[in-house]
């Protein structure tokens, strides 16, 4: 109950292209859903979070999807460009918690 | 404002050898620390973490241990290293709640030979 499942594994799209990365939960307990981005051989980094009392959240390129009903939620990259081939991991918790939960990352390649 | 120090880079260490990774936060006080694994092309593995002074919380029984004997300090240790500890082990940080999420170090990339 505590697992955030996160697909696809890797993923490759034409630059110009929307890149879609999915997770879904199982503990509706969790009220705060982050996404990190990861550069090879630097640290995850945060990139952008949502609450669940909104079902979308914008910022650029990037744009978070929530659907409480379904417990999924997932990640938008309009425009993909080279620069956004990282591995991205979604992440789950919820108030009082004192860790995150990850997804098992996706690893997206953009193609110039 | 607050940043996290993350050292050595790399490291490359023979079987059964020590090993002590350090990390360290400036600018809060009263941090959880985390000690997590990324095997090559792989998720991430939480080890350790730890709500205050000389609190580890285990969450993978294995060759390693953790302590944090400052506020802002957090030890990754190790009495004899074997090869699967080899790895890319990244310190996380995030005040009294994870309202805002980890930030993390740059990461110590450990190659066990």
């Known amino acids: 109950q505590q697992q955030v499942k996160q697909s696809p594994q890797s993923l490759i799209v034409q630059k110009g292209g929307i890149s879609i990365i999915n997770c879904a939960y199982e503990?509706?307990?969790?009220?705060?859903f982050p996404w990190y981005q990861q550069f090879p051989g630097k640290g995850p980094a945060l990139l952008i979070a949502i609450r669940p009392d909104v079902s979308e959240k914008k910022e650029g390129r990037f744009t978070i999807s929530f659907n409480k009903s379904a417990k999924q939620f997932s990640l938008h990259i309009m425009d993909s460009q080279p620069g956004d081939s990282a591995t991205y991991f979604c992440a789950a918790t919820f108030q009082g918690a004192q860790k995150l939960v990850f997804g098992q990352g996706t690893r997206l390649t953009i193609n110039p | 404002s607050q940043t996290i120090h993350q050292w050595p880079a790399t490291l490359v260490q023979p079987v059964g050898s020590p090993l002590s990774l350090e990390c360290t936060v400036e600018?809060?006080?009263?941090?959880?620390l985390y000690w997590y694994r990324q095997a090559a092309g792989r998720g991430l593995q939480l080890l350790f973490y730890s709500v205050g002074i000389g609190q580890i919380s285990s969450e993978v029984p294995q060759n390693l241990s953790a302590s944090r004997p400052q506020d802002r300090q957090f030890i990754l240790s190790s009495k004899k290293l074997l090869l699967s500890d080899s790895g890319f082990y990244l310190c996380a940080w995030c005040g009294f709640t994870l309202a805002y999420g980890y930030t993390f170090g740059s990461g110590t990339r450990l190659t066990v030979v």
């Open positions: 600018g809060t006080s009263n941090p959880n």
């Open positions: 503990n509706t307990a969790f009220d705060y």
